[in-house]
């Protein structure tokens, strides 16, 4: 059930995140939780399989290139999906840093 729910509360920050930011386009709350979901398997997937090969670049530059794996992960999506779309590199920055901030957010509320 928590499964479920954390799927849920992350198609709802998806939803917010696209409707907060110009440039991020979404065609409702299932392409939302979708895009969620999807986004959550890249990121396990070839986002994990990037961090660890580009380990000494992102100890170089203390962390920033990771977020810089999670935007492409997020571009990614956005050329996998038809209800997902992203117009740029700062649209999709944007969105990752909005997005983690919402989850966070979501996260604080869940444990309580």
Request: aromatic share 10%.
């Amino acid at each position: 059930m928590r499964f479920i729910i954390e799927i849920l509360l992350t198609g709802l920050a998806v939803f917010i995140a696209a409707q907060l930011i110009p440039g991020v386009h979404v065609n409702g709350y299932l392409s939302a939780v979708l895009t969620g979901v999807v986004l959550a398997l890249v990121n396990a997937t070839i986002g994990f399989l990037l961090r660890i090969l580009t380990l000494p670049i992102t100890i170089l530059t203390l962390g920033l290139f990771s977020f810089i794996i999670t935007v492409l992960m997020v571009m990614l999506v956005s050329n996998l999906l038809k209800g997902f779309s992203v117009d740029g590199f700062f649209s999709a920055a944007l969105f990752a840093i909005v997005l983690a901030v919402l989850k966070m957010i979501f996260s604080s509320f869940e444990k309580n």
